[in-house]
Nanobody, 119 residues
């Protein structure tokens, strides 16, 4: 397990931008991947973006493609989510998570950060 600490949420108007950060603490992160999930009120938590830690390969859910960018800085043990052209439907609690191996689920989670997009 690894400890994950998120920062960067807040309130923004539609069309605005926010950047979320997720820092892995305690030891150098050498897992398989990290990802960003979100959970809107009344909805299930969904994976919206993922980055393979070693290669940097990325995945995005269709609803955020072209607007959100996931990245990582290995030397800082930190992952980012740059969110542009935000929409009210992006309002949710955003969580970062880490997956240590190819098999298995995301097993380490951040505390979550609220993102609210006003219309």
């Amino acid at each position: 397990q690894v400890q994950l600490v998120e920062s960067g949420g807040g309130l923004v108007q539609a069309g605005g931008s926010l950047r979320l950060s997720c820092a892995a603490s305690g030891r150098t992160f050498n897992g398989y991947a990290m990802g960003w999930f979100r959970q809107a009120p009344g909805k299930e938590r969904e994976l919206i973006a993922r980055v393979m830690w070693s290669s940097g390969l990325t995945y995005y859910v269709d609803s955020v493609k072209g607007r959100f960018t996931i990245s990582r800085v290995i030397a800082k043990n930190t992952m980012y989510l740059q969110m542009n052209s935000l929409k009210p439907e992006d309002t949710a609690v955003y969580y970062c998570a880490a997956k240590m191996a190819v098999r298995g689920d995301f097993g380490s989670w951040g505390q979550g950060t609220q993102v609210t997009v006003s219309s």
